[in-house]
């Protein structure tokens, strides 16, 4: 989340002590409304840059600008900043769009290279701590994309021999701007964010779902019984319960996959209504065609711009993919907490990596940590995915003003997904062992294995084994071998593995 000394957002400088400064700002003190009340004054140096609305005192050696400081001080929510993935789609979209603006002739070749530099270095990594603009903010992002816009521009002018505050010869509206508007730079963001971050996650899911296929064949022969309704059932090999998991992670990553190819369609060129108002004609096509050479994608522009403008229901279908993803998890991580219960009272057919000590009070406890802590991850996601969905379709006309939120949640969602696929896959899965014995005690002791006598001694006389079993104690393979229902080579054929679990004939 980066440093959050500016959350709390910055106050209005008093200007009793206004001094001119280096670069032609004025300088003084600022004034702090404390939490019980009354005032501290702190002498920092601040500048006074002017907007539309008036004057504003920024703390002077911050890269953003006056309308930054405004967002600061209007939005102390939560303290949670752009994911940084958003930052660096924001700064590659700036990047794309001065190349595009230069090779189109309206932009000149220093103003263009410097701003280029600049959204390089944030794109890289650099200057995040000068964003600083809460994730709930104004309607659409023009706070962040105001935020990005008076950063690049503070800091070109600076390698330009300019000063801050003064913009000149670049201007964060008029240059680094240029040929944009936050209705079309922000959803063209959160669509290059979520294809920058997607690689990672469908990576982790590759591992998980291997490390699943890898368990499926160690465990191949094991043989348990199967339990539908919580309730014995017919025999199962454990080794195709780890089996069916991988299968479903590898479906679920096919799903996310496809969802997110719709992504790659881009409104930048659109500007403030989907319209093209203030941009060259050919600039969608060149802008698209920069940005994929600079993000390393693959991008094209939309077929509609204004239709991707309005419309954040491509962001919905990537959301729903991940939540359908939650659910598959929680229902696997589920089962290995009852798979690995106990180990003395539970169904402790399987053991999970030991991590961490379970208890402050009971020596000796050992719980299933990283389960619990990917099921806490996908109640996040499914949340997450509610609120992307409610976002969606509050939008009207033609924006969606609650993209920040959408942004906000679905790279949360991604950025924990593939953090506890990951660590499922490595710290738990692959570590996985089973108790074959106790598996098999399960399964010849379950009634239910009785529906395996069905086609070779018929259903009565099958209920009848059943019931001796219920009565006695013994197990269905004990009884029947009493009774001398079968013989040892028919018990043999009967019992084997593959035979019990597949189709037979």
Known sequence: MGDNRHAGGEPEASHARRRPGKDGARWGSAVFSG????????????????????????????????????????????????????????????????????????????????????????????????????????????SHNMNANEVIANRANELLGGRRGVYDPIHPN???????????????????????????????????????????????????????????AVPIRLGQEFSAYGWTIRRDARRIHEAIAYLREINLGGSAAGTGMNTHSRYARTVARELSEAAGLDLLPA??????????????????????????????????????????????EIRLPALQPGSSIMPGKVNPVIPEMTAMVCYQVIGNDMTVAMATQAGQLELNVMMPVIAHNVLQSLEILTNACRALDESCVRGITADEERARHYFESTVGLATVLNPVIGYEAAAKVAQESARTGETIVEVVRRLGLLSDDQMRELFDPAGLTEPRG
């Open 35 to 142: 939490a019980l009340g009354g005032t501290l004054t702190v002498m920092a140096d601040t500048r006074t840059e002017r907007d539309s609305l008036g004057e504003v005192a920024v703390p002077a050696e911050a890269l953003y600008g006056a309308q930054t400081q405004r967002a600061v001080r209007n939005f102390a929510i939560s303290g949670m900043r752009a994911h940084p993935q958003l930052v660096r789609a924001t700064a590659l979209i700036k990047l794309a769009s001065a190349r595009a603006n230069h090779a189109l002739g309206k932009l000149d070749e220093r103003r263009a290279r410097a701003i280029e530099q600049v959204a390089r270095e944030i794109a890289d990594g650099g200057l995040r701590d000068e964003f600083v603009v809460d994730v709930f903010q104004a309607g659409a992002g023009t």
């Open 174 to 232: 008029d240059h680094v701007n240029m040929s944009q508007s936050t209705n079309d730079t922000v959803p063209a963001a959160i669509r290059v964010s979520v294809l920058l971050m997607a690689p990672d996650l469908l990576r982790s899911l590759d591992g998980l779902a291997e490390a699943f296929e890898v368990k499926g064949r160690e465990f191949d022969g094991i043989l348990k019984s199967a339990r539908t309704h919580l309730q014995d």
């Open 303 to 348: 077929e509609n711009l204004i239709a991707v403008m309005q419309s954040m229901s491509d962001i919905a279908s990537v959301s729903a993919t991940l939540r359908t993803l939650a659910l598959d998890l929680l229902q696997i991580t589920n089962d290995l907490r009852l798979l690995s219960s106990g180990p003395r009272t539970g169904l402790a």
